[in-house]
């Protein structure tokens, strides 16, 4: 009997003693974590100065595609003084810097460069006044009115934060700073420039934050399709030039391309089902320039929205059928029929779930778990962020959107019935300032998340 009770004390302070040791390193463990949090904060506020001279002087200084020389060289300064091994001039501009810390994951961190073609009215000290000259020759005025130049100050944010906290992770990080996100080509140019074979190692993990004109203090970070798949084009009609007097001697190609216009809506509305997402935008239409001459050409610039093979045919089949009924009904021979130039083009941007969720775990650290937005629908604006990998069967993705809209104009206009003061490519386009170092603490924790095994 004495026996069994010593058996059963022996038993039961054992039983007490390894609670007590599970839930002591359970707390050291959550204070290891807290204190992480709170060092990566404090980094991040002590440079919040800096950080915001670099964000204000890429706004007042924005690049088109391609063109992103002086940026592309700030980008290589900063991380070469940082100690990444640095390569430039993939794809004319892209840059990229590369940390080795020993045995783990490759993690690519992607940020966009270029600029809109878009004049600022925001009125801010520090707007951009800048105008510079496409390839067509057109001068035109330049804005970031997609928040690409904060994209860059938290990429350079985070990678300083990243080499003062290397005891804190293992592997390869890799810092990209992508040219002409805006055409779509950017991404699919810098594979196609062979980065891979220049020393660029292939990701286990993609990883980017994009401005979004929600309140600063929320992100938006979804499974699955986030962003609609898109392609650009340009529709050219040819016709026989003349006297704007004398229009029963020409074939007038801006009443082509008028025509045209109007019949591609009747390509959503009477062939796409009213519960499938498509989008068929035109831009630009560039013809004449005179009051009264019949150009020869008209030129209408398009942008498609879709999320499936089957919905991008109908768009891309529906255009050429148009073009070639409009060519008929106007007498012209087949070498005069329409002329479709193929532009940027991509496939829809997935977040893979269990990244999504990981990293969202971690950002509830940082912020508050219902300003972590999860269950929204995918946006018809597209990304051409997945395409650095696309195809490998290698490299999982998380893309996430950071609110950058001061709180109170979120207020307000919420009060007027809008969902956002302000929207991208708009020249109102807004990031307040407090979401440059909120933005870099976003990077940091999201990318010592992924470091873990």
Request: charged content about 20%; hydrophobic content about 40%.
């Amino acid at each position: 009997m004495k026996i069994r009770i010593k058996h059963f004390l022996f038993t039961f302070l054992i039983t007490i003693l390894l609670t007590h040791t599970a839930a002591v390193a359970q707390q050291k463990k959550a204070v290891a974590g807290a204190t992480n949090v709170t060092a990566i904060k404090q980094m991040a506020y002590a440079d919040s100065s800096r950080l915001v001279d670099i964000y204000k002087d890429l706004h007042q200084n924005p690049e088109l595609g391609f063109m992103e020389v002086r940026t592309s060289a700030i980008i290589a300064k900063e991380l070469q003084s940082l100690g990444y091994e640095v390569i430039t001039g993939i794809a004319k501009t892209g840059v990229v810097g590369i940390l080795k810390n020993g045995d783990g994951p490759i993690v690519m961190y992607r940020a966009d460069m270029d600029c809109n073609s878009v004049k600022e009215i925001t009125g801010l000290p520090y707007a951009s006044t800048k105008t510079m000259k496409k390839d067509d020759g057109t001068e035109v005025p330049v804005m970031h009115a997609c928040g690409h130049d904060a994209h860059v100050t938290w990429l350079l944010g985070v990678a300083k934060i990243m080499v003062a906290s290397k005891n804190q992770w293992k592997g390869t990080l890799v810092f990209l700073g992508q040219p002409a996100e805006e055409p779509l080509t950017g991404a699919k140019a810098m594979v196609n420039d062979k980065m891979y074979d220049k020393g660029v190692p292939v990701p286990d993990f993609l990883f980017g934050l994009h401005t979004t004109p929600i309140a600063v203090g929320s992100v938006k970070n979804g499974t699955g399709e986030r962003a609609a798949g898109s392609d650009q084009l340009d529709v050219t009609f040819y016709g026989i030039g003349g006297h704007g007097s004398s229009p029963e001697l020409t074939k007038d190609p801006i009443v082509m391309a008028s025509n045209a216009i109007q019949q591609y809506q009747t390509i959503i509305s009477r062939g796409i089902a009213a519960q499938d997402a498509a989008v068929l935008t035109v831009g630009a239409i560039h013809a004449g320039g005179d009051n009264n001459v019949i150009p020869a050409s008209a030129v209408v610039k398009l942008n498609l929205r879709w999320f499936n093979d089957k919905i991008r045919n109908t768009l891309l089949d529906g255009i050429k059928r148009i073009n070639e009924g409009i060519a008929v009904a106007n007498g012209l021979p087949k070498e005069s029929y329409p002329t479709i130039l193929m532009k940027g083009s991509v496939y829809p941007q997935v977040n893979d779930s269990a990244l999504a969720y990981k990293v969202n775990k971690a950002l509830s650290s940082v912020m508050a778990a219902d300003k972590i937005i999860v269950n929204t629908p995918p946006i018809m604006g597209s990304e051409d962020f997945n395409h650095l990998v696309l195809g490998n069967n290698k490299t999982i993705c998380d893309y996430v959107w950071v609110g950058t809209a001061n709180p109170e104009d979120v207020a307000k206009a919420n009060q007027e019935g809008k969902k956002a003061p302000y929207y991208n490519h708009n020249g109102n386009y807004k990031v307040d300032l407090s979401a440059i170092p909120l933005g870099t603490v976003i990077g940091v924790t999201a990318l010592l998340e992924l470091f873990k095994k």
